[in-house]
């Protein structure tokens, strides 16, 4: 995802404290403790991740390390994106380290040719891009993520952003707490619509996609999906070309992973070919969508209205044309913030070292 310039604000200390975890009985006696860098966040904290790897790794000498985010926001560092925290902190802390867990930390070159004893890295998020994959390779680093730990959040959050838009909830909630009681929202051009009996079409049919569309079908909405990456879709999902979907769907939600190939896949073309009145909803990533023909769409009335977790600049630019734009519903960029989705996380990748070690 293509982003500002990181925010500049003071970076809090990070700490590293030490944990030797004990085996839960005898697990693997012959087995030489794990050396493992812990390193958490203010979300997938520490204390999940260590707890985790006792459960499920048993005997290890574990570093526990607590990066800024996301009390100080998440940026490029070198050449990976979305990391916190600086390369020299993560260098300091993985001499003799041989796993490396993490949701945030920046595992470039640098840090990958500082660190000879690393063998592993788990990445407590569904994509590793705060992980130059290929200095990994190279190194002989195995690199794996924990796709689906947010798809629960993320699935909700893109339904409630839907639901929020199509009856424009933000907006009337503002006018009551401005005083306001508009019995004019009657008025038949003003009031909103119902997901049941509409046509949903979904681009992108992975964990979070899926979900959605379970959601969606217990709502009595028809349900069109658009992913050139699955050959069928389960009973009650009907699978279709992308001009097929936009031109069917009174809403359209993105839950695809963003490419080079996908960047901009919907484009003021696009947006033309979906019907007046339709709705656009983004929670995947904002490199999807082209924002300037969104708020194009959004003042001429094309699009009936929008509602987006992600954007192609994060922190929102203050001069956005979206802050303006009418009809929206905004969130920033916490579709998959619950207790539950930094939890799972910190399980799976528990779950995923154990495995690279045959410890499960």
């Not at 012959?30 to 390193?39: D, E, G, H, K, R």
């Not at 004019?184 to 979904?202: F, M, N, P, Q, R």
Request: charged share 20%; hydrophobic share 45%.
């Amino acid at each position: 995802m293509s982003r500002g310039p990181p925010t500049r604000t003071a970076t809090p200390a990070i700490s590293i404290t030490w944990s030797g975890l004990e085996p839960p009985g005898e697990r693997n006696p012959s087995v030489q403790p794990l050396t493992i860098l812990a390193s958490g966040d203010h979300f997938v904290t520490t204390s999940l991740l260590t707890d985790a790897l006792r459960d499920r790794v048993g005997a290890a000498h574990v570093t526990e390390q607590t990066l800024p985010w996301p009390l100080v926001p998440f940026g490029p560092v070198a050449e990976v994106d979305e990391a916190s925290g600086s390369e020299d902190e993560l260098i300091a802390a993985l001499p003799g380290v041989r796993v490396l867990v993490t949701q945030m930390a920046p595992v470039t070159e640098r840090v990958l040719a500082a660190a000879p004893d690393l063998e592993l890295v788990v990445v407590c998020r569904g994509g590793p891009v705060n992980v130059n994959l290929e200095a990994a390779a190279r190194h002989g680093v195995t690199v794996r993520a924990t796709p689906g730990r947010n798809a629960i959040a993320a699935a909700e959050h893109a339904v409630a952003l839907l639901l929020a838009a199509l009856r424009q909830i933000p907006q009337i909630h503002q006018g009551v707490r401005e005083g306001q009681w508009r019995s004019d929202l009657y008025a038949l051009d003003a009031v909103g619509s119902e997901l049941a009996g509409s046509t949903v079409g979904l681009i992108g049919f992975g964990a979070i996609g899926a979900r959605v569309a379970r959601i969606l079908r217990a709502f009595d909405a028809t349900v069109l999906v658009h992913d050139p990456f699955i050959a069928t879709a389960p009973e009650g999902v009907a699978l279709v070309g992308l001009d097929e979907l936009l031109e069917r769907s009174t809403s359209v939600s993105l839950h695809a992973r963003l490419t080079p190939e996908n960047r901009h896949m919907i484009a003021a073309p696009q947006l033309a070919r979906m019907p007046r009145g339709a709705v656009l909803v983004n929670t995947a990533r904002g490199g999807l969508l082209d924002y300037e023909a969104v708020a194009d769409a959004l003042d001429s009335g094309h699009l009936g209205a929008a509602a987006f977790d992600v954007y192609d600049a994060e922190p929102i630019p203050a001069d956005s044309r979206l802050l303006k734009a009418p009809r929206t519903v905004l969130t920033p960029h916490l579709a998959g913030a619950t207790r539950q989705t930094a939890e799972r996380a910190a399980t799976l990748a528990a779950a995923e070292v154990a495995s690279h070690y045959g410890l499960s």
